[in-house]
């Protein structure tokens, strides 16, 4: 299984950015989605998690209205839509999977596989 994320990037505070995970080697159909983000010297923290359907989304309450999970099946595809961005998002943010048929969760400890991250800043 590998998740490949990318699209992260440098933005002034109140812009837009839409990180992409894309898998290969699994059909990510199967698969509950997660996006987490790290920042240095902290732990690893949830941002939002989707269904294998898109039916069931959860996000973290300091995302909530600025931040959009979506997936594109067909494509392999998952993406972060991040918007109103501020300088506390600045963050590396990842992508994970847990087991297939498993549920959306907001624990690290329920992903079973991880993209290699993609580093968001966000400029005051």
């Known amino acids: 299984v590998l998740l490949v994320v990318s699209s992260g990037g440098l933005v002034q505070a109140g812009g837009s950015l839409m990180p992409l995970c894309s898998a290969s080697?699994?059909?990510?159909?199967?698969?509950?989605t997660g996006w987490f983000c790290q920042s240095p010297g902290e732990e690893r923290e949830f941002v939002a998690a989707?269904?294998?359907?898109?039916?069931?989304?959860h996000y973290a309450d300091s995302v909530k209205g600025r931040f959009t999970i979506s997936r594109d099946n067909p494509k392999n595809t998952a993406y972060l839509q991040m918007k109103s961005l501020k300088p506390e998002d600045t963050a590396v943010y990842y992508c994970?999977?847990?087991?297939?048929?498993?549920?959306?969760?907001?624990?690290?400890?329920?992903?079973?596989?991880w993209g290699q991250g993609t580093q968001v800043t966000v400029s005051s």
């Open positions: 989707t269904s294998w359907s898109g039916g069931t989304k």
């Open positions: 080697c699994l059909t990510i159909r199967i698969y509950a």
């Open positions: 994970a999977a847990p087991t297939p048929g498993a549920p959306p969760g907001a624990n690290p400890a329920q992903y079973t596989y």
